[in-house]
Nanobody, 117 residues
Framework: QVQVVESGGGLGQPGGSLRLSCVMPGSLFRHNNVMGWYRQGPGKRRELVAWIKGGSDLTYGDSVKGRFTIFRDITKNTMYLEMNSLKPEDTGVYYC??????????WGQGTQVTVSS
């Protein structure tokens, strides 16, 4: 069974930073696969945070532009989300998502991020 596994969530301070990681098998870490982060806040729908394709094709949700950065490390089969200038409204469960070129979709189990003083 193919798995993607997130880590790095926890408690962050307003204005602070956190980094999330998503490890995946090499069979999923392909140049043309779309990899992304989604989140679901309390009482909210799941929303796109950011995605990356081909290493340089990036998209960010409006609420995180200029604060979050998505990137990948090919040597570690890992995708990251660097989150800076955290706000309480960034609180939620963050999910890693991968879509391969056959349109097969994979989700991680989610990692909780809580931003609070």
């Amino acid at each position: 069974q193919v798995q993607v596994v997130e880590s790095g969530g926890g408690l962050g301070q307003p204005g602070g930073s956190l980094r999330l990681s998503c490890v995946m098998p090499g069979s999923l870490f392909r140049h043309n696969n779309v990899m992304g982060w989604y989140r679901q806040g309390p009482g909210k729908r799941r929303e796109l945070v950011a995605w990356i394709k081909g290493g340089s094709d990036l998209t960010y949700g409006d609420s995180v532009k200029g604060r979050f950065t998505i990137f990948r490390d090919i040597t570690k089969n890992t995708m990251y989300l660097e989150m800076n200038s955290l706000k309480p409204e960034d609180t939620g469960v963050y999910y890693c998502n991968v879509i391969n070129t056959q349109s097969e979709e994979y989700w991680g189990q989610g990692t909780q991020v809580t931003v609070s003083s």
